[in-house]
């Protein structure tokens, strides 16, 4: 009897275990969140931002948009490129990265592609290449 409830149990197990499929993917959320932040975005504000505009004098951001979790900032910095010339200007930043525009000695607009790199400083690349080294005023 004993014998027959092992082979019952064994049938039992061999047939129910089967691959496990891969779960279904996951639905798309529609979000008016970008999901990266460009030079021009720090130029204007959509009437979505506008909705959640808010200025706070006690942090170095100059304003923010959005919602907990999917903030947009936007700064004033001021830095040096790799020669040590001064360059100062404005940029916008979701999360770890940003965009926005220097300006320089020699170039009047430059746009640049932002990266925090610790607390109130940032790493900077513009289309050639040049390497920023920047700090939020």
Known sequence: MLKNYSLLFLFLFIFSCK???APPPLPQVNSFYKSAVTADDR????????????VNTAFKYEYRTGHPGHYKY??????VNIH??????????EGKYGAGILITDS????????EWISHGKLKALDKKGNEYNLIVK
């Not at 170039?107 to 932002?114: A, G, K, R």
């Open 19 to 21: 691959k496990a499929d």
């Open 43 to 54: 130029k204007t504000i959509t009437a979505e931002e506008a909705k959640t505009y808010h």
């Open 74 to 79: 936007n700064y004033h910095v001021k830095g």
């Open 84 to 93: 040590g010339d001064s360059v100062f200007g404005n940029i916008n930043t």
């Open 107 to 114: 170039i009047p607009e430059l746009e640049i592609s932002t």
